[in-house]
């Protein structure tokens, strides 16, 4: 079943800032995105914590608020199109947590929310969920990461 992911002192570790550089991050399909981003490392705790969360759940969606509240419009999107496919999901509210909210960004180099994985990978964000949604292709991504 589903689960949310709450703070725990797990999820307390804090990113340190050391500058900025560029970061490209891996799209549906392979593209390549770059994006200026704030260059930190992620504590080891935290990202303990993350993978383990990612690994025990088929689908996790990083987002702002939780399915049952979701706190802007993508992640209520993303919450919207993976309710309509009945798809069990963990949610994550990465508003209760600062050090979560920064941690995310750089485990997935992706700098924005909401953030979908699916069977263990980053899948992407809103406007990429909604393009698979819309072409069929994030049914059969769903669909397969359910058989693993």
């Known amino acids: 079943m589903a ?3 709450r703070a725990s002192p797990a999820l307390s ?3 340190s800032v050391r500058g900025t550089s560029v970061r490209s991050a891996r799209t549906r399909g392979g593209a390549v995105r770059c994006a200026s981003a704030t260059r930190a490392e992620l504590g080891p705790e935290l990202k303990t ?3 383990a ?3 025990s759940n088929k689908v ?3 987002m702002k608020g939780t399915k049952d509240a ?3 419009g993508f992640s209520n999107t993303c919450v919207q199109i993976l309710n309509s496919m009945q798809v069990p999901f963990a949610d994550v509210d990465i508003l209760a947590n600062e050090d979560l909210r920064q941690g995310v960004k750089i485990y997935s180099s992706w700098p924005t929310y909401p953030q979908l994985y699916i069977g263990g990978e980053f899948f992407g964000g809103c406007d990429i969920t909604m393009e ?3 072409d069929g292709s994030l049914k059969e991504e769903i669909e397969r990461a359910m058989l693993e």
């Open 3 to 5: 689960q949310s992911m």
């Open 13 to 15: 570790s804090r990113a």
């Open 49 to 51: 914590s993350i993978d």
């Open 53 to 55: 969360f990612i690994a």
């Open 60 to 62: 996790v969606l990083f």
């Open 70 to 72: 979701p706190r802007c």
């Open 132 to 134: 698979a949604y819309k």
